[in-house]
């Protein structure tokens, strides 16, 4: 761990990981929980969230919150630390991935995509930075993806808010740094969640990893705090390398393994429940957003 960030036992700290109804961020939750953490499970649905929460047990515990709203954000964060402590470690797990071409992608869509991949992490650090600075102590973990080193045709949009979320991660930890309070930004390849759903990967599925793979690296940075984290391993220097690669070969690379599937065909009803998720932070219900 680096010498300018206190140290933050994994067992009985508070734990809030957004998002984590399902795929990357339960698996994240699993894992602090098996750790001995209190876990909050925030996620637009809230009722996901609770069910996720039921199965692990009596250290988890579900709310509602949408991640893109200020407000909603600020209610549930002051709920898990009226209900279960002030907060240690908050993962921004919570993103979206609309696929397909820029100019047939809705704006709302378009604007859900930064909401949820880019808005959230700046609403998070307003919120809960600054409690961390008082305590002297903190760690955020900001999900992005690896998209948010390269580029893809088919994901313009998402990789443009990954890009910014990196960005946002590595500025951020350069102001809390003297505070005590760490930043670290976690960039995963593809994971075998429903961002994938749809998506005619081939014997690139191969590749594919599991959510835990993710979860194990989220975990890691708490004792390391690293500024950004590859998942797998090893990821990050690979990306680096890559943005000095010349557009002519980048170019020849991506016809070689066929990377413009994100450009389709897609399997829309494959990816029908994925896409309705996204649909509802592009239009977000009406009721109260209260966890």
């Known amino acids: 761990m680096s010498r300018a960030y206190p140290a933050i036992p994994v067992p009985g700290s508070v734990v809030v990981v957004t998002g984590a109804a399902r795929g990357i961020g339960l698996a994240t939750a699993s894992r602090f929980v098996a ?35 200020a407000d909603s954000f600020r209610v549930f964060l002051d709920r898990v630390e009226d209900e279960l402590g002030p907060v240690d470690i908050l993962v921004n797990n919570a993103g979206i991935m609309p696929i397909g071409a820029f100019l047939t992608e809705p704006e709302e869509v378009t604007r859900a995509t ?17 409690r961390m600075i008082t305590r002297g102590r903190g760690h955020i973990v900001n999900v992005t993806s690896a998209a948010g080193k390269i580029h893809s045709a088919g994901l313009a949009g998402y990789t443009a808010a990954k890009h910014a979320a990196t960005a946002f991660s590595r500025s951020l930890r350069e102001e809390l740094r003297p505070h005590g309070v760490s930043v670290s930004a976690v960039l995963p390849s593809a994971i ?6 749809g998506i005619p990967l081939g014997v690139v599925r191969i590749g594919v990893l599991p959510p835990s793979v993710v979860a194990r690296r989220v975990e890691s940075t708490v004792r390391r705090r690293p500024a950004l984290a590859g998942a797998p391993h090893g990821l990050v220097p690979l990306l680096t390398l890559a ?6 070969l980048w170019l020849a690379g991506r016809r070689l393994v066929n990377a413009d599937r994100t450009l389709g065909p897609i399997d829309r009803d494959a990816r029908a429940e994925y896409d309705a998720r996204i649909a509802a932070n592009a239009t977000p219900p009406a009721e109260e957003l209260r966890p």
Request: avoid cysteine.
């Open 35 to 69: 750790r001995g953490a209190r876990v909050a499970i925030g996620d637009l649905d809230g009722s996901a969230a609770q069910a996720a929460a039921a199965t692990l047990g009596e250290s988890a515990h579900g709310y509602r919150v949408d991640v893109g709203d």
């Open 114 to 130: 930064f909401a949820v991949n880019v808005f959230a992490h700046m609403n998070a650090a307003r919120i809960i930075a600054p």
């Open 192 to 197: 075998n969640t429903q961002l994938v759903d």
């Open 243 to 248: 943005n000095l690669v010349p557009e002519w």
